[in-house]
């Protein structure tokens, strides 16, 4: 391989490996974008028995989500219970497309 094309390909997965994208390096928070950008919209508690997550553990990831803006959580009050649901951000869907668009260009 040239000297070009292999800097090349190290300038690439130094990009996946960036700040930017760190977030996505746990695959819990991965997986939780990916059902986020198919969906938009889930309660907290499908979410966590769809990634067989407990609640303490998506609520760690779900923080980290939060702090970089990449999702918001909405908590609806009802008589006798409360209703949470984490929603993607516009900020959210574009890392998650650019860092899809950046895994992709390793794949055969």
């Not at 391989?1 to 930017?20: G, I, V």
């Not at 950008?37 to 779900?62: A, P, V, W």
Request: a positive charge; charged letters at 30%; hydrophobic letters at 30%.
């Amino acid at each position: 391989m040239n000297k070009q094309k292999k800097a090349k390909e190290n300038l690439n997965y130094s990009d996946l490996t960036s700040n930017q994208y760190k977030t996505f390096s746990s695959q819990p928070r991965f997986s939780i974008m990916l059902l986020l950008f198919t969906h938009e919209i889930i309660r907290t508690k499908d979410l966590s028995q769809l990634l067989s997550l407990s609640k303490g553990n998506l609520d760690h990831h779900l923080r980290i989500l939060e702090q970089n803006q990449l999702v918001s959580k909405k908590v609806k009050v009802f008589p006798k219970r409360l209703y949470s649901s984490i929603e993607i951000t516009e900020k959210g869907k574009k890392h998650l497309e650019s860092y899809i668009r950046k895994l992709k260009k390793f794949l055969p």
